[in-house]
């Protein structure tokens, strides 16, 4: 077993982490408060490639591994979970989907322009209610011949005002449940097309956020990917992956707080001394770096399952579900180490508090989670 990071892999996680604490740091508080989007960072990170990190250089991508994204993934995280999810999103759910189970045209079209940046996607699956039980859609995407009727709305998505290019599940065959359920291409500006409002969150704060309304949207049949059905496939496939994503997103909040509470803890003094001289404090450090530690070799496993052409829907599943546990414990502790400074915008770690309890929800709760894990377990 070899435990080893390759050289470019390094160089990339450096590079992330540069970026990260010259970039993203200065104004991640202000963007946090009036919910701004970190819209220059993002366009600076699609000219850095990490929009399009494992995107083929035959379409605009860097071509690198699931381990250098995960690696990057966890030093954007550790400042700024909000630029962090627009990269997963971005990345592991529209590029990935497009690149794998696009048309030649749609790559051609699409994955140069998503891959540098230079427009964000976003996926659209979850509705009012049909977050968690994914097959029942109540969008229509309903077949007439050369193209489809597409109506209904979407809701909690991601990049929902900022992006150009929107991946969106519906059903056109009813009778058929998830047999009959599309992924169509649409596109901001299409007639019909309508971008609700803002939603106003409790972390992620500077994540663009929306409901999408569709009212006789009519799409094209090239805009269709896959074929006729394929839709909740793509979708299941699309979010193994996208789960490794956000288990990395969640590893690197925990890291990023528990970088800053050891800090602290070494130059706030009580009762005569620094408080990591107190067990009390040194033995939470102790719990929070074994945690992170365990839940960073999840990561790492499931991302080299994905590389090396293992299946990744369990080991993706256990790590965002470990991953996002442990990001909500560390981040708390963090707090607590902080004490009254901790509840604090300036100190971070509410921020970090916060935009940890998010890796439990998107792309499967830690229930569903649960779902794929023993349904893995228990098959044949
Ligand atoms: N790969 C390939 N196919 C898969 C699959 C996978 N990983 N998982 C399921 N499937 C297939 C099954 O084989 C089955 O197909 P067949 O009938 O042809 O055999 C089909 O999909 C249906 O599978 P299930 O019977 O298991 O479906 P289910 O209704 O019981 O649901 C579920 C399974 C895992 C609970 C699923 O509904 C699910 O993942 N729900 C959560 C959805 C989710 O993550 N939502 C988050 C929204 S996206 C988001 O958050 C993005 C963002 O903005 C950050």
Same mark, same amino acid.
């Given at each position: 077993?070899?435990?080893?990071?390759?050289?470019?892999?390094?160089?990339?996680?450096? $590079?992330?982490?540069?970026?990260?604490?010259?970039?993203?740091?200065?104004?991640?508080? *202000?963007?946090? *408060?009036? =919910?701004?989007?970190?819209?220059? =960072?993002?366009?600076?990170?699609?000219? +850095?490639?990490?929009?399009?990190?494992?995107?083929?250089? &035959?379409?605009?991508?860097?071509?690198? &591994?699931?381990?250098?994204?995960? +690696?990057?993934?966890?030093?954007?995280?550790?400042?700024? $979970?909000?630029?962090?999810? %627009?990269?997963?999103?971005?990345?592991?759910? %529209?590029? /990935?989907?497009?690149?794998?189970?696009?048309?030649?045209?749609?790559?051609?079209?699409?994955?140069?322009?998503?891959?540098?940046?230079?427009? +964000?996607?976003?996926?659209?699956?979850?509705?009012?209610?049909? @977050?968690?039980?994914?097959?029942?859609?109540?969008?229509?995407?309903?077949?007439?011949?050369?193209?489809?009727?597409?109506?209904?709305?979407?809701? /909690?998505?991601?990049?929902?005002?900022?992006?150009?290019?929107?991946?969106?599940?519906?059903?056109? &065959?009813?009778?058929?449940?998830?047999?009959?359920?599309?992924?169509?291409?649409?596109?901001?500006?299409?007639?019909?097309?309508?971008?609700?409002?803002?939603?106003?969150?409790?972390?992620?704060?500077?994540?663009?956020?929306?409901?999408?309304?569709?009212?006789?949207?009519?799409?094209?049949?090239?805009?269709?990917?896959?074929?006729?059905?394929? @839709?909740?496939?793509?979708?299941?496939?699309?979010?193994? @992956?996208?789960?490794?994503?956000?288990?990395?997103? $969640?590893?690197?909040?925990?890291?990023?707080?528990?970088?800053?509470?050891?800090?602290?803890?070494? %130059?706030?003094?009580?009762?005569?001394?620094?408080?990591?001289?107190?067990?009390?404090?040194?033995?939470? +450090?102790?719990?929070?770096?074994?945690?992170?530690? $365990?839940?960073?070799?999840?990561?790492?496993?499931?991302? /080299?399952?994905?590389?090396?052409?293992?299946?990744?829907?369990?080991?993706?599943?256990? !790590?965002?579900?470990? !991953?996002?546990?442990?990001?909500?414990?560390?981040?708390? *502790?963090?707090?607590?180490?902080?004490?009254?400074?901790?509840?604090?915008?300036?100190?971070?770690?509410?921020?970090?508090?916060?935009?940890?309890?998010?890796?439990?929800?998107?792309?499967?709760?830690?229930?569903?989670?649960?779902?794929?894990?023993?349904?893995?377990?228990?098959?044949?």
């Amino acid at each position: 077993m070899d435990f080893t990071f390759t050289e470019e892999q390094l160089m990339i996680r450096d $590079a992330a982490r540069d970026f990260a604490r010259n970039e993203l740091l200065p104004g991640v508080i *202000e963007r946090d *408060e009036k =919910q701004k989007f970190p819209a220059e =960072q993002i366009r600076k990170m699609g000219e +850095l490639g990490f929009l399009g990190m494992m995107v083929s250089p &035959d379409y605009g991508g860097s071509g690198l &591994d699931t381990v250098s994204y995960v +690696l990057a993934m966890e030093e954007i995280s550790k400042i700024d $979970a909000s630029a962090s999810v %627009v990269m997963s999103v971005n990345n592991s759910l %529209v590029c /990935w989907g497009l690149e794998h189970y696009g048309t030649e045209e749609q790559k051609q079209k699409y994955l140069p322009r998503l891959a540098k940046g230079e427009i +964000l996607g976003a996926f659209c699956l979850s509705e009012p209610e049909a @977050g968690s039980d994914a097959t029942s859609q109540k969008t229509t995407a309903i077949d007439k011949g050369d193209y489809y009727i597409l109506n209904g709305t979407k809701n /909690w998505i991601t990049n929902g005002g900022t992006a150009s290019i929107y991946l969106v599940i519906a059903q056109t &065959d009813a009778g058929k449940k998830h047999h009959g359920i599309n992924v169509l291409i649409v596109e901001k500006g299409m007639e019909g097309f309508e971008i609700g409002p803002k939603e106003q969150k409790l972390g992620i704060r500077g994540s663009d956020t929306h409901s999408l309304i569709f009212n006789d949207v009519k799409v094209p049949k090239e805009n269709r990917i896959g074929e006729d059905g394929f @839709g909740f496939k793509f979708a299941m496939k699309t979010l193994a @992956g996208g789960r490794i994503g956000i288990a990395s997103q $969640a590893l690197g909040i925990a890291s990023g707080a528990y970088e800053l509470a050891r800090a602290y803890s070494k %130059v706030r003094k009580a009762f005569g001394t620094e408080i990591c001289n107190h067990q009390a404090i040194a033995f939470k +450090l102790a719990d929070m770096y074994t945690q992170i530690e $365990a839940a960073r070799h999840m990561v790492l496993k499931a991302a /080299w399952d994905k590389d090396n052409g293992k299946d990744y829907d369990l080991s993706g599943a256990m !790590a965002k579900l470990y !991953a996002s546990q442990v990001a909500m414990d560390t981040t708390i *502790e963090a707090v607590q180490i902080h004490g009254g400074n901790g509840y604090v915008k300036e100190y971070h770690v509410e921020r970090l508090m916060r935009d940890a309890k998010i890796t439990q929800i998107y792309e499967g709760t830690s229930e569903i989670q649960k779902i794929v894990i023993s349904r893995s377990l228990l098959k044949d």
